[in-house]
């Protein structure tokens, strides 16, 4: 169980760019894959993991791990999905003001960029599915104007995004 829970989060720490929320559909595919969680689990998850301090794929490793194979599951997880990124960051910062002058190098990083963009999107779009955004309900209703408040906040004001889960945690206490 534990090679499986380290060589998994280990391709996923390999393949996967973008950041956490880039890596997300990665993470579904796989741990569902594996009937490690359910969809559903795993939103909750991630839902978790996005509010805690960290970066959120570490995190969400974490908790897959430990609710997989408890604390030994928990650790394989982040340190295997780690590997990837220190050694990547290692190798690219010793040779990066030489690649970065490289015109092909410069390309792949901007055809990157919309491949990055699209997965955060889909990744947010899962999301929102899962949780029953796109169907009509009064909770549907409330979530999507939370949502649309906490985006104007965020965009508008330029509201810390610490106040923001504050509210919206203190709202979802109120109104459901």
């Known amino acids: 169980m534990l090679l499986d829970i380290f060589l998994t989060f280990l391709l996923i720490g390999f393949v996967s760019f973008g950041g956490g929320y880039a890596i997300i559909p990665m993470i579904e595919l796989e741990v569902t894959r594996h009937g490690w969680m ?4 795993l939103i909750d ?18 908790f897959i791990g430990f609710h997989t194979a408890g604390l030994p599951g928990a650790i394989t997880a982040a340190v295997a999905i780690t590997i990837p990124s220190v050694l990547i960051v290692l190798i690219i910062a010793a040779f990066f003001y030489k690649l970065n002058e490289i015109t092909v190098v410069q390309s792949a990083f901007y055809g990157l960029r919309p491949v990055v963009t699209a997965l955060i999107i889909f990744a947010a779009y899962s999301f929102a599915l899962s949780n029953g955004l796109f169907s009509i309900s ?19 004001f330029k509201w810390h995004p610490a106040l923001i889960i504050l509210i919206a945690g203190l709202a979802g206490i109120v109104l459901y």
């Open 138 to 156: 009064k909770e549907t209703l409330i979530g999507g104007l939370l949502f649309l408040f906490c985006l104007f906040a965020l965009m508008k």
């Open 38 to 41: 359910t969809s559903p689990e």
């Open 45 to 62: 998850v991630i839902a978790v993991a996005g509010m805690s301090p960290g970066p959120i794929a570490t995190n969400t490793a974490v």
